[in-house]
């Protein structure tokens, strides 16, 4: 699979401000990238370079397999861009706003027809954004994104400002998009509960560079499980466990947890427990969500510091 | 591509103020210049061969305080477009160059000028007809000495639409560019009665339709479209330098 953003040792900085840090990003092709960081952090300055709206003081920026500071136009014809806030112009109506993306992408009206229907706003084409709401608007910044079938998508928070039901059909429809136009989908994100149901990779970015770049698969494989236990005596439970050798400790819900156990060694557990008479009501092999698992790596790297 | 952009630029400014701008500014010099002579000469004072004087001073009046300041609230209402609704990004991360945007948007600014001194001269034609009503004798009205007084004022404004270009672009407010054609247009009134004048753009419409020599108001007629180009180029290097976003 080749790689739809590549990019290698990237630098940039704002007068002494140094934003990106010898930032290395590999995107692959037909795969639903989240990229994901604290605010100033250098999210938005990374989809800037990726945008063509900003160049990288030293490293190497390839999009689509070409360089972006030196074919600009091929690229950014062959992309769809929503950045940062939906912005779109009040006096025109949806078919309207559409229209300036088909013609200067040299589209056949039935474009615009297409990617109002994709969105979901094909009943307000004709009415003016002025009288759109928030979601409506995003709704539209993302059909104005879609136009033309683009090989690559690139999302500043897609689903921000959205109620539920927005945010569940942006996510429906972002995840299903790889597959039907053959697209990549590149989106920014502080909401690790979106990532984890919409993204099939992520990246995280940290002061400027990225910290941990992996498909959602194999990290959520990596992620340590613990095996939570529901017992009538949790002290007894917990000196009994820690006497055959395993860590186990109570969590705040009056619960046993035995981190980073396996399947074999919870039979052992469950074992020692029923021969001492301790009484189970309950065993959970639990997984920490992206988002347990992010908040931690983030509080131990505030402890750290 | 720029004519693309063209399109793209005019249906921007579709059902937006400059639109009424266009229409209400030359609209307002005409009435203005209709009402003065309505209520400073009675019929019988004015003979034809006045009458032709009721051109140069519409035009005096447009090219002198209008026009500059309609230059001045066109360009930032194009640009502002853009400021306004944060649009900037929308618009230089679709297949375009910023050098296209912003030579399509100056061209804009220019058709919308050219818009404004046609509607200026069909209301001024329209206000001489509604004087004839009034029992104004018409004969000789339209025996002007030179039709340079018809065309000159706009031609002239095309540095001053360079300048403001550049500023409404940088600027993500329209006081800067309006502050800056408020006090220039006053300094340009004192210069432009001076030898000075070559070196303020802001009264080159001025001194084209009101020069007291031939010279100086074909001077002015000439120079402006080359030093209008000039600056249009230098805005033009001075954009390609910075990161707009």
């Known amino acids: ?28 092709e037909r795969s639903v990238f989240a990229f994901l960081g604290n605010n100033g952090h250098g999210k938005s300055t990374t989809i800037r370079l990726i945008a063509g709206l900003a160049t990288a003081d030293a490293g190497h920026v390839q999009v689509l397999g070409r360089d972006i500071r030196l074919e600009r136009r091929a690229v950014l014809a062959q992309m769809g ?12 109506t949806a078919y309207e706003f559409l229209s300036i993306a088909t013609r200067l992408k040299r589209l056949p009206d039935s474009e615009i027809g297409r990617v109002l229907e994709l969105v979901g706003l094909h009943v307000d084409r004709r009415q003016r954004i002025e009288h759109f709401s928030l979601g409506m608007k995003q709704r539209l910044a993302l059909a104005h994104a879609l136009v033309g079938k683009p090989r690559l998508l690139v999302l500043d928070e897609p689903t921000n400002g959205l109620d539920p039901d927005g945010m569940q059909d942006i996510r429906r429809l972002l995840s299903t998009l790889p597959e039907r136009a053959d697209c990549t989908i590149f989106f920014s994100s502080h909401l690790l509960d979106e990532v984890e149901k919409t993204a099939t990779h992520m990246a995280v970015l940290h002061h400027g560079s990225v910290r941990l770049q992996a498909s959602i698969r194999d990290l959520t494989q990596a992620l340590p499980s613990v095996l939570s236990l529901d017992v009538d005596v949790p002290e007894r439970a917990v000196a009994l466990l ?14 046993v947890a035995i981190p980073g156990i396996t399947r074999q060694v919870a039979g052992q557990v469950h074992r020692v427990l029923m021969d001492a008479g301790v ?26 510091r | ?71 001045a609230l066109t360009t930032s209402l194009v640009n502002g477009n853009e ?53 104004y004798d018409l004969a000789g009205a339209f025996d002007l000495r030179s039709s340079r007084v018809l065309w000159a004022a706009p031609v002239a404004a095309l540095p001053v639409l360079a300048i403001q270009h550049g500023l409404s672009w940088h600027f993500r407010t329209l006081v800067p560019p309006l502050s800056v054609a408020v006090i220039a247009t006053f300094v340009g009134l004192q210069v432009g009665s001076s030898r000075h004048w070559l070196w303020m753009p802001w009264s080159y419409p ?40």
Not at chain 1, 81 to 91: G, Q, V
Request: proline letters at 4%.
């Open chain 1, 242 to 255: 820690y006497a055959c050798g395993h860590a186990a400790e109570l969590d705040g819900d009056g619960r």
């Open chain 2, 83 to 135: 400021h306004r609704n944060q649009t900037w990004r929308l618009m230089l991360s679709l297949p375009i160059g910023v050098g296209e945007l912003y030579t399509a948007k100056a061209l804009v600014a220019i058709a919308l000028m050219l818009c404004a001194h046609v509607i200026l001269l069909m209301a001024t034609v329209l206000a001489l007809w509604a004087l004839g009503l009034f029992g």
């Open chain 2, 206 to 245: 001025m001194v084209s339709t009101t020069a007291t020599t031939v010279e100086a108001q074909v001077l002015a007629v000439w120079l402006s479209p080359v030093m209008g180009v000039a600056l249009f180029l230098f805005g033009l290097r001075l954009l390609r330098r910075r990161e707009i976003v």
């Open chain 1, 81 to 92: 861009c929503l950045i940062e806030a939906p912005s779109a112009y009040p006096n025109l």
């Open chain 1, 1 to 28: 699979m080749g790689l739809a953003i590549d990019l290698r040792e990237v630098d940039k900085s704002f007068g002494h401000h140094r934003v990106l840090r010898q930032l290395d990003l590999q995107v692959p």
């Open chain 2, 1 to 71: 591509m720029i004519g693309q952009l063209f399109v793209i630029e005019l249906l921007k400014i579709k059902r937006s103020l400059v639109v009424v701008m266009t229409l209400v500014c030359p609209l307002a010099v005409v009435a203005l210049m209709f009402l003065m002579t309505l209520k400073a000469w009675d019929p019988p004072e004015m003979s034809g061969r006045d009458m032709a004087m009721f051109w140069s001073a519409v035009m005096s009046m447009w090219a002198v305080f209008m026009l500059p300041l309609y230059v």
């Open chain 1, 279 to 304: 009484t189970l009501f309950e065993s959970v092999h639990r997984k920490p969500s992206l988002e347990q698992w992010f908040l931690q790596t983030a509080v131990a790297e505030g402890d750290a």
